[in-house]
């Protein structure tokens, strides 16, 4: 019998761990195809019990494989979760109710059959995505991708040139934006928003920031400054109303600086617990009164007291998240019966986004990539699982096994960027790994241009430095 600890023996403990999840996941999805209930409430209830155990079950397998919950690949199977799953466990568990969950007993939406189709199809694609993520963190020999080395103080310069040449861009854009929710609503920015290309140079100044914050790990005092000038600015670019997205960014500036430099004590995750409600009840105050018609600062303030001391904030953002289950609800609404499936073209055509958006061509094609512009669905945004069955139909499942495979790749490479400080590899996947991230509520059209221009801007910069100074090994 092979010896813990030998080759042979984590080949065995990785194909047991395999066998498990397997094996419980088909329990689950058998339980969840054929359990009963009376009314849709008890059926928000009873499968709110079947996705919460999928999803602790995810983790556990995941854990027991060696894998990292505080990774991509973790955060992004969470995301997936909340996202899909969130509202219905506000519904199913706690009988919470707000408008932002009108659809879910709304008799224009609550087609008993398609709702179920839409919860099972995401029920069964949340568990091909475990698969796929713990098929990459499987223990096997992996090429590693490697960059040029570069000194912190190269790293320092690259992040500083990268936040000046397009902080501009991301000021003007978020400024815009900012004008016009607050003077009008927060589809009002949509309606007037800056050109595509404009967001796109605009985010890059967070990837330089983000460089600028890691250049600091010896000098904790100026990369903790650089961190929180970072939250502060993403928590005042969410009266915008894209507050999911920013919510991203925040993550990602804590988990960079939590690998870094800033150690988890008792009295920090006391801190961050309390700030994390705070912010929770910041958030909601945004959504509770972007739509007023009389908007002040009074009405801001009542409606935060009312957050901390009457609402269920928790469950107010939870609910909110978790409305991307709609999304899906719409595909498996609109596909086939008024829409014809996609075949891959969706993912095709996402490609286009690298190319600057110029022209109704150009538009026609971004429309038809960008999925739910075709439901004609105004404030709902994209779904990771829906649009795999907008293309694939119910064989949208292995599509979501793809993804998952790119998803734990992207993940170990940026792990394995992080262990060797490996400083130019961490600066071209940050724009990968913020889309990546806001992927589970987006389209795939969303990750390509940020990519592609983000790996030539940092190849351009970094090219550039290389010629000012030596590389400087540490």
């Not at 090219?463 to 030596?470: F, G, K």
Request: proline residues 3%; contains cysteine; glycine residues 8%.
């Amino acid at each position: 019998m092979p010896k813990k600890g030998t080759l042979q023996g984590k080949h065995r403990e990785t194909v047991l761990i395999f066998l498990s999840y397997v094996l419980c996941s088909a329990l689950l999805i058998l339980g969840k195809n054929n359990f009963t209930f009376r009314t849709i409430e008890s059926y928000y209830r009873i499968f709110s019990y079947f996705s919460l155990a999928l999803f602790v079950m995810q983790i556990v397998h995941i854990k027991w494989l060696g894998g990292k919950a505080l990774s991509l690949a973790g955060l992004f199977l969470l995301l997936t979760n909340l996202y899909h799953f969130g509202a219905i466990w506000c519904v199913g568990l706690f009988n919470y109710r707000d408008f932002a969950m009108g659809f879910f007993f709304s008799p224009q939406y609550n087609n008993l059959l398609i709702l179920r189709h839409a919860a099972s199809f995401s029920f069964d694609g949340s568990a091909v995505i475990g698969l796929g993520l713990l098929w990459t963190m499987r223990n096997v020999p992996r090429r590693t991708v490697r960059c040029p080395i570069v000194s912190t103080e190269q790293l320092w310069s690259l992040g500083k040139w990268m936040f000046i040449i397009t902080f501009p861009f991301r000021l003007f854009a978020d400024a815009k934006g900012l004008y016009y929710s607050i003077l009008g609503n927060y589809l009002d920015y949509y309606k007037n928003a800056v050109g595509g290309y404009v967001q796109a140079i605009g985010e890059f100044s967070i990837c330089g920031a983000l460089l600028m914050m890691i250049a600091c790990r010896k000098k904790k005092n100026i990369g903790i400054t650089i961190y929180l000038l970072s939250i502060f600015y993403c928590f005042i670019c969410m009266f915008i109303g894209n507050r999911g997205h920013w919510l991203i960014y925040i993550i990602l500036f804590t988990y960079l600086a939590a690998r870094y430099f800033i150690k988890f004590r008792a009295k920090q995750v006391i801190a961050i617990v309390l700030t994390s409600f705070l912010c929770i009840c910041f958030l909601n105050t945004i959504r509770e009164t972007r739509e007023a018609t009389d908007r002040n600062m009074h009405t801001f303030t009542e409606e935060f007291a009312s957050q901390l001391t009457e609402k269920n904030a928790v469950l107010g953002i939870v609910s909110e998240l978790g409305n991307t289950f709609y999304t899906a609800y719409l595909s498996m609404q609109k596909v086939p019966q008024a829409i014809p499936y996609a075949y891959g073209s969706s993912y095709l055509k996402g490609f286009i986004s690298v190319l600057p958006n110029w022209g109704e061509s150009y538009q026609k094609i971004y429309d038809e990539a960008y999925f739910v512009k075709l439901y004609h669905v105004g404030g709902i945004g994209g779904s990771v699982i829906g649009e795999a069955y907008h293309n694939f139909g119910d064989y949208g499942l292995i599509m979501l096994f793809l993804i998952s495979l790119l998803v734990g790749r992207v993940s170990l490479l940026f792990d394995d960027a992080i262990k060797r400080r490996d400083y130019l590899l961490i600066a071209y996947l940050v724009p990968l790994f913020t889309k990546i991230l806001w992927w589970p509520r987006d389209s795939f059209a969303s990750i390509p241009r940020p990519f592609v221009w983000g790996f030539l801007f940092v190849w351009g910069m970094s090219s550039l430095l290389e010629t000012r100074a030596p590389k400087k090994k540490e």
